[in-house]
């Protein structure tokens, strides 16, 4: 391991913790789509790996906690994995324990990534000898993977139908661009349906708002009042023995455990099912909701942690709903990355340990403390001054700029056609995995069906 590389490791990781802090306070930030175009850019600017990494696994470890924090304080989920802890959060609320559970959060996700990450790493030495096997398979991996992502959706008889229209979408534009002389005959396009599938619901969104009718049905309300007192302002003592009970941290650490081999299943899925199992072993609705919210924030990292570590140390591909959406960049980002020569293939495994360790640590302990101690003063901070419509629109352009530098100006309606598509059948229940799944399994289907 070079040791030079262990100080920009650390100001990339801490570079996340700042980032990812402020975004995570932000309600109704989805995972992928505020993480994968920061560290595609990373990617494309020719970043070292290692650092990439480290990165990563710092703005997975943050953002995953701080997401949780709006959940307790207004009811608003800060992520899409942060949506089942609602209901229990708002019991909580009620009984005016907002900042006890924004401590028992904090809390369980230190349970949960001091769990995963060992776990992971271990799991992960143990199928590499079957490496070469899972990648001689890899496109078969790809199309079962989108069958198997599309029967454990919300809408599988449409998720089924969807994929191989998507994978013809994918081909049909590559193969127009190559007619017309955009891309050269051996030339691929990928990064733009990345962003297309990540931004599309945003996009679609967006596009509604252009339809008077559709803008005129649209919900309308009074602002959300987030109330924050003088009291709640202050900090908390840091351990965590004083902050969960014995059953929250026996319930934390055992739904971890058993949610790492589980990396290759939907971590909203996982966090849902065993988190309210969790939490209906306790008798009283008050330890209850605290169990099912303190492991819920342990599921979060868990799953996401071995979704992304498992994959990328033993195989080198993307086989899990995580390292085919967040994770995407860290396994193909061409012309930087391909998914013959990335990240598993660049670094040695104490290479990517080091990285794994150097990321988990940096953000643990500082997102951890944040938690405890300012999660109030940054979410009066947030709330006031960093306007939720400004980071979308960060957000879109950045999807723009991207799509016009990978194939010019038509490519960026391409990208818009995409991300309409894809954001339509994600609105109709069709999860952004099936839709990365079928992007990788678009040429196999050429391939076979035609």
């Known amino acids: ?148 992502l599309a029967l454990l959706g919300r809408n599988r008889v449409l998720s089924l139908l969807a994929i191989i229209p998507l994978g013809l979408l994918f081909q049909g534009v590559q193969a127009l661009y190559r007619q017309t002389g955009v891309l050269p005959e051996d030339g691929t396009i990928t990064v733009s349906f990345f962003l297309s599938i990540t931004a599309g619901p945003l996009l679609l969104s967006l596009a509604t708002l252009l339809n008077p009718t559709l803008r005129e049905a649209l919900p309308r309300g009074p602002r959300t009042p987030v109330r924050i007192t003088r009291g709640e302002l202050r900090g908390a003592p840091l351990s965590p023995r004083r902050l969960l009970t014995r059953a929250e941290l026996g319930a934390s650490a055992t739904v971890s455990a058993a949610s790492t081999p589980l990396f290759f299943l939907s971590p909203v899925a996982l966090t849902l099912l065993m988190g309210e199992a969790a939490g209906a072993r306790a008798k009283q609705a008050r330890d209850r909701a605290s169990r099912a919210v303190t492991s819920m924030a342990a599921l979060a990292h868990s799953t996401y942690l071995a979704g992304v570590i498992i994959p990328l140390v033993a195989v080198g591909l993307p086989l899990s709903p995580v390292a085919v959406g967040p994770a995407n960049a860290l396994f193909n980002a061409p012309p930087v990355l391909t998914l013959d020569r990335n990240l598993h293939h660049l670094l040695s495994t104490p290479q990517l340990v080091a990285a794994i360790v150097v990321g988990t640590v940096v953000a643990l302990v500082l997102s951890y403390v944040l938690a405890v101690r300012y999660s109030f003063r940054l979410t009066a901070l947030v709330t006031r001054y960093v306007p939720h419509e400004a980071v979308l629109a960060l957000f879109v352009v950045f999807v723009l700029l991207l799509a016009y530098l990978d194939a010019g100006l038509v490519n960026v309606f391409a990208v818009l056609l995409v991300g309409l598509t894809c954001g339509t059948l994600n609105r109709l229940g069709v999860n952004f995995g099936v839709q990365f799944m079928s992007l990788y399994a678009a040429p196999w289907f050429v391939a076979h069906l035609m």
Do not use: C
């Open 1 to 148: 391991m070079d040791l030079a590389l262990l100080l920009p490791m650390a100001g990339a990781a801490l570079a996340a913790v700042l980032l990812y802090t402020l975004i995570g306070f932000i309600p109704g930030t989805d995972e992928t789509s505020v993480l994968l175009p920061v560290t595609l850019a990373l990617v494309l600017a020719g970043t070292d790996p290692q650092v990439v990494l480290a990165f990563f696994i710092a703005a997975v470890v943050t953002l995953n906690l701080t997401n949780s924090i709006p959940t307790a304080l207004v009811g608003l989920p800060g992520g899409v994995l942060s949506a089942p802890m609602i209901d229990h959060a708002l019991t909580l609320k009620r009984e005016g324990r907002a900042a006890e559970t924004i401590r028992k959060m904090a809390a369980g996700s230190v349970v949960g990534t001091l769990v995963a990450v060992p776990l992971a790493l271990l799991i992960a030495g143990a199928i590499t000898p079957w490496a070469e096997q899972l990648r001689e398979y890899g496109s078969l991996l790809f199309v079962g993977g989108a069958v198997v």
